[in-house]
């Protein structure tokens, strides 16, 4: 039975993340309304990139709801990586229970954002009331004008592969692993589910000796066909200097009948991400004969979590995951579902 937050609790959650955007947009001298550039962070871009201010507290992450346990700040990377990663556990297991595990991928344009922010928090939270691990990753940003591809991706499967280095700690079964992610966050969610061994985008270390495959991926408005795009700085090229880079670091490049299935979300308002990129990269599954779902949420913005205003994602989103991560798990219908302000 699937369990769903009461809006108020949501908003509880959901909330202190918001004020730390706020502040930290402030900041950075962003106005409000202002256009997004090609590429640029979304809202989730939060304190990673801001200097730390004398004048104002950080803001505390809210406390975990009944049901769900937080470890915050867990190491994945080598010593000498300062990135980490938030688990997310259903409260009270069984010692004999071996729950699926989702990787969560934040998004900020691949130069910032943040494990903690709002999106990663609501996703975590309904992903260990309903059963699952969530383990929502910090991972190399292109900061500064540094190249980071392919690390990025290389950090996101190095989630993976921790996963099931740590699968009797975490009680986690290391055959039912899923991903996703947000804009930046869902290319390279996508990444992760359509390149393999053969593709020379598997990091050598660390955990070498497990896979860094997933059973399933949800995209929520990711990039997909870097080349038709701007520039982007994690790549450390122009289009016009190296089109083979931006094409080696598009999800449409690698879609071939062995992908795991696919579900991808975008909204019609998205003024960041253009619902087109989705649509190709369905139209690239299905010509590979892939498994794949494309869901255009009307009136949706670029940035939303599972339960933006215009529908609640809960169903469909769990569901996909219940399918293909717990054997098709049946999900009880929504009775009484508020949709958030």
């Not at 039975?1 to 955007?21: H, I, N, S, Y």
């Not at 000498?80 to 990787?103: F, G």
């Not at 969530?134 to 292109?142: C, E, K, T």
């Amino acid at each position: 039975m699937m369990k769903l937050l009461p809006r108020d609790e949501t908003l509880r959650l959901v909330r202190p993340a918001v004020r730390v955007l706020v502040l930290c947009g402030l900041a950075l001298g962003i106005v409000a309304g202002a256009p997004a550039a090609a590429g640029a962070a979304d809202d989730t871009a939060v304190t990673r990139n801001v200097g730390k201010s004398k004048t104002r507290r950080p803001v505390a992450p809210p406390a975990a709801p009944e049901g769900v346990v937080i470890e915050r700040d867990v190491a994945y990377l080598p010593a000498d990586r300062n990135e980490k990663l938030d688990l997310y556990l259903p409260a009270a297991r069984p010692k004999t229970v071996r729950s699926p595990a989702v990787v969560i991928i934040h998004g900020g344009g691949w130069t910032g954002g943040d494990k903690g922010a709002a999106r990663e928090i609501n996703i975590g939270t309904n992903l260990a009331l309903n059963g699952y691990v969530g383990v929502s990753i910090n991972y190399a940003l292109s900061t500064g004008g540094k190249t980071t591809w392919p690390q990025n991706l290389h950090d996101c499967k190095t989630a993976v592969r921790w996963l099931r280095k740590h699968a009797d700690r975490l009680q986690v079964d290391p055959d039912r692993i899923g991903v996703i992610g947000g804009s930046a966050g869902g290319h390279l969610a996508a990444m992760v589910a359509v390149t393999g061994p053969g593709d020379d985008l598997d990091p050598a270390e660390p955990y070498g000796e497990f896979s860094c495959r997933v059973q399933c991926a949800v995209d929520l408005y990711g990039p997909a066909v870097l080349l038709e795009r701007g520039d982007t700085k994690m790549l450390g090229k122009t289009r016009a200097e190296a089109p083979e880079l931006y094409r080696a670091a598009s999800p449409t490049t690698y879609a071939d009948q062995s992908d795991p299935p696919i579900l991808i979300l975008h909204g019609t308002a998205d003024k960041t991400v253009d619902l087109q990129q989705s649509e190709l990269f369905a139209a690239a599954l299905k010509r590979a004969g892939a498994q794949h779902e494309l869901v255009v949420i009307e009136g949706a913005p670029h940035t939303f979590h599972l339960q933006p205003k215009q529908r609640d994602l809960r169903p469909l989103v769990l569901g996909f995951f219940d399918t293909h991560l717990k054997g098709g798990a049946a999900i009880s219908p929504i009775r009484s579902a508020e949709k958030p302000k």
